[in-house]
């Protein structure tokens, strides 16, 4: 049903010109299921580090310090991702279906294999990765744990990546919606049934936080290829259809997506590097930064929410051979992400303390995450553009201008300031949020100039 309305709008729109008023409106409809698909998700991973938190800081802390290897280790399927929605962004745009569901298929394959290995890796690893990321005493026991139970999952969640990926890419935001709440929902159910120990459930303590996420990404993956598979909706597969390897999609998908495996990997360094310089400072401030983080991560889905809509609208756009679409979609994104970021930013320096208390009881670790959760008001405008111009810029395939604005902007803005204001200049942890911020800066003013030059509409996918 909902990509028959995709379907329906892309031939109302395909030879018409499209007004300011239609783009917002196009722009809102695909746009708010991601939105509060990716609101709620946050918001379920907020109250899981909250449920955490009766534990301890140091529960928080170890916690933390395991986003990154996984971060690391899902970088390569989210670079898969972002070719997979640009090339069926285009198919499904020039109403090419049969060909849509051949790629999805064959990115599901890639999928299913590095999920294996990355699985079997994450788990073997585990200890020497949250020593390396700075993991002591009681924080190190929770981290392995926790990283070995959460990596086992890591093959059921990348297949639902490539799924949401695929639906998003064909303009259905409702769906991955729909799937991915029920998830948390088992989640966040799962986390107060087996941390605690309620109901006759055993007291697991973090292995029950890690267990219970498991669980929901298992059930997400489930939801995500019934989709597929139900013979219901427009992009399909079937098993019982004869399966051959593809090398041409294959290529033309690792072609656009190598540059955001670029991107993803020098993220990730620069993430380990900025997170080992506030690990240095003790696990109590770090526990507070985390928690500063955490509630951050909630401005994030906004600019992903816009930023999926911008990649769907433009690559199907490019595909209806209407770049002038394109580039109204990615202007009207814009702006009306500028909205809920500066509503976000009010949130953050007013509200900052109030968030910070309900995550633990220590007065030290909430002043501290108040503290930068004002900085964090003023990264909300710069994180919003360039989320949402870099997901315009990849539905178009053009990924290289975003790996560029993440090397200069994360890999060395971020990663060398920490060190500086935090090493040299003894700026404490809010030193590595000035470092933040500067970084987000930097980031919004080159993917601002390279989506103004529309050079972008000229890649080829």
Known sequence: ?????????????????????????????????????????????????????????????????????????????????????????????????SEANVAIRQSLTVVAILGTVATALVYIFAEPMVIFMGAKDEALGYAVTYLRVVGLGLLPQTIGM???????????????????????????????????????????????????????RVIGCILSLNVLLNGKSLLRISLR?????????????????????????LMRFGNIVFTKSVSGLGMNTYAAHQIGMNIQSL??????????????????????KRPDNAEKYGWETRKVGQYVAFTMALIFFFG????????????????????????????QPFQSSQFILAGALRGAGDTRWPLISTFIGVAGIRAALAVVFINVMHMGVKGAWYALLIDQLTRSIVIYFRYNSKHWQKVRV
């Open 241 to 265: 259809d004869k399966f051959q390897i593809r090398w041409d999609l294959i290529t033309r998908v690792v072609r656009v997506g190598f540059p955001s495996l670029l991107e993803q990997l």
């Open 162 to 216: 490539c799924v949401t990926a695929v639906l998003r890419g064909a303009g259905d935001t409702k769906t991955p919606m729909r799937f991915n709440i029920i998830a948390n929902l088992f989640n966040v159910v799962g986390n107060y049934l087996l941390i605690g120990g309620k109901f006759g459930f055993p007291a697991w303590g973090v292995f029950g936080a890690a267990f219970a996420t498991t669980l929901g």
């Open 1 to 97: 049903m909902v990509l028959a309305a995709v379907a329906q709008m892309e031939q109302q729109t395909q030879s018409v010109e499209l007004t300011q008023q239609e783009a917002r409106r196009h722009v809102v409809a695909l746009a708010w299921p991601a939105v509060f698909e990716q609101l709620l998700v946050t918001l379920f991973g907020m109250v899981d580090m909250m449920m955490v938190g009766v534990v301890g800081p140091q529960a928080i802390a170890a916690i933390g310090l395991t986003n990154q290897p996984m971060f690391l280790a899902l970088a390569a399927f989210q670079a898969l991702n972002v070719g997979t929605t640009a090339l069926v962004a285009r198919f499904v745009g020039a109403g090419d279906i």
């Open 299 to 320: 401005s994030f889905t906004p600019g992903h929410g816009f930023g999926m809509a911008a990649t769907s609208l433009v690559g199907r756009s490019l595909g209806q």
């Open 352 to 379: 900052g303390r109030q968030i910070a208390s309900l995550y633990t009881t220590d007065p030290q670790v909430i002043d501290i995450a108040a503290s930068v959760l004002k900085v964090a008001a003023f990264i």
